[in-house]
């Protein structure tokens, strides 16, 4: 499956709405090993989501991911003094015919992840 197999959603938990235009980096660890390799990036649309990766040419393997997205731009547009910079969340793909959703709920000082549908 290609990399449209994972997507994500922000949401902003204060503000009570879709986190439009906050960039998101996607990397895979090969092997189990401590380097991670980029492979692709996006800009989340008007309603929160990335569908769809820039670059994204590599095919989705079994094995760990990483989603890094950079809050600290989205809030400081907003003047909101923010504990997290980015935050990043690692992720096991089993299965790479398997849909990978993964959803971040967001807010100044803190976040939760979970895998959607």
Do not use: N
């Amino acid at each position: 499956m290609s990399l449209t197999g994972v997507t994500t959603h922000v949401l902003d938990l204060a503000g009570g709405g879709a986190v439009g235009g906050l960039t998101v980096r996607l990397d895979h660890r090969a092997g189990g090993g401590a380097d991670w390799r980029p492979l692709a990036s996006a800009v989340t649309d008007d309603d929160g989501r990335v569908r769809e990766w820039r670059d994204a040419g590599d095919d989705l393997l079994p094995g760990q991911y990483r989603l890094t997205f950079q809050t600290g731009p989205f809030f400081a547009e907003r003047d909101v003094d923010a504990f997290y910079p980015e935050v990043a969340v690692v992720f096991l793909v089993a299965d790479a015919g398997e849909r990978h959703h993964v959803p971040l709920l967001l807010g100044p000082f803190g976040y939760t992840t979970y895998r959607g549908t």
